[in-house]
């Protein structure tokens, strides 16, 4: 079998006293998208940060598309891409401006064409040549989201992709991950506040909390074994600690029904 797309293991940061990641372990097959969830402070960007390069890990090691991330980063970085809502693109640019910058910096081939083909599939044209600084939060998501994908990347780690996006919007971002993935084969990994987006296009949940994975598996799975009708219901028994772990506490108390 092939090695997965991700593998991580005893991966932990430390900022000074704090312990922001804490033995995380995982590994994403090639395709699958893999949700990370937790609330405020549990871990998820710190971990991203990890993946990518930009941190330091304290501990433990990182493998992504079969390269040792610690060792080899620069072989991978350009067969991988991120959006975040915390990286602002530079303001004064333009979205094309900074998508032209990226696209240089990626190599991709033919920029003018990917540029504009992303800015119809991601409805840019309105605000394609208005300077960053001065677009709405969720214009300036949807830019994100074009960097991310300017060089086709094999694998997409999105921190919040839907933060700031009205309702009709996000839904329209997440179908079009959805197609994105099924067309390429892309795999990724995604860190959201929003339960139901992590249910719709998330094959395996890891659930964070201060650092360490509490519990983790496909979101029918995590709803089934905490007798949960939503995976938000299922977040907030482990926020609350309630069950938490490998227990099952609202199975044993109601039975599977069927
Ligand atoms: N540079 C830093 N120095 C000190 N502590 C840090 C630093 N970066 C993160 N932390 C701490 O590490 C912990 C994890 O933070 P992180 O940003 O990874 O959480 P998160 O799950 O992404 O939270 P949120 O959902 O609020 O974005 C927090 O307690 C945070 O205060």
């Known amino acids: 079998m092939s090695e ?16 922001a990641v804490d033995e995380l372990g995982f590994s994403a097959p090639g395709g699958t998208v893999i949700g990370l969830l937790g609330g405020n402070g549990a871990g998820k960007t710190t971990s991203i ?3 990518l390069g930009l941190l330091i890990p304290t501990s433990g090691s990182i493998r992504i598309l079969g390269e040792d991330m610690l060792k080899h980063r620069y072989r991978v970085l350009a067969r991988m891409n991120f959006s975040s809502p915390y990286v602002d693109l530079p303001r004064r640019l333009t979205p094309r401006q900074n998508l032209r910058v990226f696209a240089t910096l990626y190599g991709v081939a033919d920029p003018t064409r990917r540029i504009a083909e992303l800015g119809e599939e991601l409805a840019l044209g309105e605000f394609m040549d208005r300077p960053c600084g001065k677009l709405s939060a969720g214009q300036k998501t949807r830019v ?16 919040e992709p839907t933060a700031s996006l009205d309702p009709d919007t996000a839904d329209w971002v997440r179908h079009y991950l959805e197609t994105f993935r099924k067309e390429t084969g892309a795999t990724i990994l995604l860190a959201s506040h929003n339960m139901a987006e992590v249910e719709r296009l998330c094959s395996e949940v890891l659930m964070m909390r201060r650092g360490r994975v509490v519990d983790r598996g ?13 995976l938000e219901e299922v977040f907030l028994d482990i926020a609350r600690e309630r069950g938490h772990g490998v227990a099952a506490p609202a199975e044993e108390a109601k039975p599977e029904a069927g």
């Open 4 to 19: 997965p797309v991700i593998l991580v293991e005893g991966l932990s940061k430390r900022f000074g006293p704090v312990i």
């Open 49 to 51: 940060a990890m993946l």
């Open 144 to 159: 994100a989201l074009a960097k991310a994908l300017l060089n086709r990347p094999e694998l997409l780690l999105l921190d």
């Open 218 to 230: 496909k979101p029918v799975d995590l709803l089934r074994r905490y007798g949960r009708a939503n």
